[in-house]
């Protein structure tokens, strides 16, 4: 089945479909997506976790998780700085696009499965 895109807010939500599936699979709930005036977001929850995937413009994404079991703390964090602290070679060069959207994710996503894993899985908290 095809179906034609109209815009990259269409293109974002389908590709973190796609990229983030995995957290189904470890316990995160069906996504709950949102299109707002101003951003486009994507969320999973877990028991301990969310994560949310915004993008607030076209030329930003924010990926962010957020500690909902009780801790000292810092209850949020911020999965790009991390990456951009880590891997300095994925950047966002100019405006997404419908081309380099998915690519983007994808390397988000893969971090996120090698990098962060026991965070979203609940095992332990920066």
């Avoid at 973190?16 to 486009?40: A, H």
């Avoid at 413009?57 to 790009?80: A, T, W």
């Amino acid at each position: 089945m095809y179906f034609k895109v109209e815009s990259i807010r269409e293109v974002f939500i389908l590709e973190v479909l796609r990229n983030f599936k995995f957290l189904l699979l470890i316990g995160y709930s069906d996504p709950i997506i949102g299109i707002y005036p101003l951003e486009t977001n994507v969320s999973y929850s877990s028991k301990n976790r969310e994560i949310n995937i915004t993008m607030p413009d076209p030329d930003l994404i924010v990926i962010e998780i957020i500690n909902r079991s009780f801790s000292f703390k810092k209850n949020v964090i911020n999965v790009n700085d991390l990456i951009l602290s880590s891997h300095p070679d994925i950047k966002i060069s100019g405006l997404l696009n419908e081309n380099n959207l998915g690519i983007i994710l994808k390397k988000y996503s893969d971090f996120i499965r090698e990098d962060i894993f026991s965070i979203i899985k609940g095992e332990e908290w920066r």
